[in-house]
T-cell receptor
Framework: GENVEQHPSTLSVQEGDSAVIKCTYSDSASNYFPWYKQELGKGPQLIIDIRSNVGEKKDQRIAVTLNKTAKHFSLHITETQPEDSAVYFCAASTLRKLTFGTGTRLQVTL | NAGVTQTPKFRILKIGQSMTLQCTQDMNHNYMYWYRQDPGMGLKLIYYSVGAGITDKGEVPNGYNVSRSTTEDFPLRLELAAPSQTSVYFC?????????????FGNGTRLTVT
């Protein structure tokens, strides 16, 4: 079955710096890669996604890149702000199954 | 719209007790899911439903049961609670079964079994 690895497990950056979270997947049939943000005491919320026929997608300060050949994808957050502090989950989806990574706790310090 | 609502938010159970985690959604979504979240383990699918009257097992169904009598409600039942079921439980729904249809999550139920 699909295996999604996510790194790092924790990440601390200063406000204004960039943050990068990386994920790898094993199933070449995976063709959709969403990213979810989980704030304290809340459920995960979709923040950005990318399909396998696209190499990069941006939405304001966040971007996701996908390298299908290497089977890895990354989340980039620029100009980080305190409200970016949360747990971020990557996921990989085939037509039938969605598999989550293990999460990255991002702390943005002042 | 309230979205996906889960109750209770917290619960402590003794080993062997039973309980039902409630989940309701007001988005008229046919597809509903139960996940558990353990530290460092991501989200694991317990059960899912593609519509009223239809349920199926996910990755980690042992020790749980579900029912789906209405489109809105998808309760998760623990019959004989065990310490291994200590976790945070999330209910989610999606509008379509399409793989790229986003999941809408509730705020979770934190369960401790002692």
């Amino acid at each position: 079955g699909e295996n999604v690895e996510q790194h790092p497990s924790t990440l601390s950056v200063q406000e204004g710096d960039s943050a990068v979270i990386k994920c790898t997947y094993s199933d070449s049939a995976s063709n959709y890669f969403p990213w979810y943000k989980q704030e304290l005491g809340k459920g995960p919320q979709l923040i950005i996604d990318i399909r396998s026929n696209v190499g990069e997608k941006k939405d304001q300060r966040i971007a996701v890149t996908l390298n299908k050949t290497a089977k890895h994808f990354s989340l980039h957050i620029t100009e980080t702000q305190p409200e970016d502090s949360a747990v971020y989950f990557c996921a990989a989806s085939t037509l039938r199954k969605l598999t989550f990574g293990t999460g990255t706790r991002l702390q943005v310090t002042l | 719209n309230a979205g996906v609502t889960q109750t209770p938010k917290f619960r402590i159970l003794k080993i062997g007790q039973s309980m039902t985690l409630q989940c309701t959604q007001d988005m008229n979504h046919n597809y509903m899911y139960w996940y558990r979240q353990d530290p460092g383990m991501g989200l694991k699918l317990i059960y899912y439903s593609v519509g009223a009257g239809i349920t199926d097992k996910g990755e980690v169904p042992n020790g749980y049961n579900v029912s789906r009598s209405t489109t809105e409600d998808f309760p998760l039942r623990l019959e004989l609670a065990a310490p291994s079921q200590t976790s945070v439980y999330f209910c989610a729904s999606r509008e379509r079964q399409a793989y790229n249809s986003p999941l809408h999550f509730g705020n979770g139920t934190r369960l401790t079994v002692t």
